[in-house]
């Protein structure tokens, strides 16, 4: 059918997942046929996973949602430093809420092409609820939503919710971490399915701050990493005039620039993390030898977002069969 998942495929050369003759590398309980996923941020509402993953992407990962709809920051809330490939976003978990995502999750996961998908889920905390209501504002949406994710990741690290980023300091990031494992066992018990649990840390965080939340995240029974979110930091390498980052504002910074801290805090992590603990690496990637240096650091996966934006939906398959040989 013109339009249809087939021509999809066809239009970027992308190979039919179902019959993807592809080796795959097992991660988090599942297949994936790339180790390239998409970051959180593009799919807020887990409106098109399916097609996403038919681009050549081996797992999508959706959200952040948060456990209320809300609308976000005010637009405008996005903006391209095109000279450095880059993004700025204050976007502010827009989206409509853990319970519609957990509905549209569970019609994709109706059909065959679903079940096999490789779909994460980022939940974040609401813009109204109290730091110290943290906790139970992550279980609420752990609890609706790990019957379809192929792992649950919490995000602490987005710079655009006032406090979060707060919620990486040890003491406040405990009682988080353990509300999510604690829905995801529970998950388990019910359906006999394992739902990982990873925390997205910032690139901002101090070296020690990286370690200690590693750390944490052993004893909380967290399956990995995911690092790095955005950065909150206009490095003097930007070639983009200074007046205009100005004008711009506050938000979260994305693109190639953050590759160098995004590698750093790989290596980090590597080092502080038992072996078999699952590390994501995101920032800064845009070529197959940039996923390959990433895997060759110690990285389980990596995900990307920026470059997509720049590069177009054929990037992802380009990136997987540059991979494959």
Request: charged share 25%.
């Amino acid at each position: 059918m013109p339009g249809g998942p087939g021509s999809l495929r066809a239009a970027f050369s992308v190979p039919d997942p179902m019959h993807d003759p592809r080796p795959t590398r097992r991660v988090l309980g599942a297949e994936h046929r790339s180790p390239l996923g998409l970051a959180a941020g593009f799919d807020k509402d887990g409106e098109v996973p399916l097609a996403l993953l038919d681009l050549g992407f081996g797992h999508v990962e959706v959200g952040t949602v948060t456990a209320k709809a809300q609308p976000g920051n005010q637009r405008p809330r996005s903006f391209r430093l095109v000279g450095d490939r880059a993004l700025i976003n204050r976007m502010g978990f827009n989206n409509h809420g853990a319970q519609a995502l957990a509905k549209r999750l569970a019609r994709a996961r109706r059909s065959e092409r679903g079940q096999r998908a490789v779909i994460g889920v980022n939940i974040g905390k609401s813009k109204v609820t109290a730091l110290e209501d943290a906790a139970e504002d992550y279980r609420f949406s752990a609890r609706l939503l790990a019957p379809y994710a192929d792992y649950l990741a919490i995000n602490v690290s987005s710079p655009n919710t006032p406090g979060l980023r707060d919620l990486q300091s040890v003491e406040m990031l405990r009682p988080i971490l353990e509300a999510v494992v604690q829905e995801a066992e529970l998950t388990r018990t019910r359906l006999r399915r394992e739902v990982p649990v990873l925390v997205k840390i910032a690139p901002d965080l101090h070296d020690e701050d990286v370690e200690a939340v590693a750390r944490l995240a052993t004893d909380a029974g967290l399956a990995g990493v995911i690092a790095t979110n955005t950065t909150i930091a206009r490095p003097d390498s930007l070639e983009t005039d200074r007046a205009r980052i100005e004008l711009i504002g506050a938000g979260g910074l994305s693109g190639p620039v953050l590759a160098g801290r995004s590698q750093e805090v790989l290596a980090l992590l590597r080092a502080t993390l038992p072996t078999d603990a699952v590390i994501i690496s995101c920032g800064g990637v845009s070529t197959a030898q940039d996923v390959q240096e990433r895997l060759d650091a110690g990285a389980d996966l990596v995900q990307g977002y920026t470059a997509m934006i720049y590069e177009g939906p054929a990037w992802p398959g380009r990136i997987a069969q540059e991979l494959a040989g």
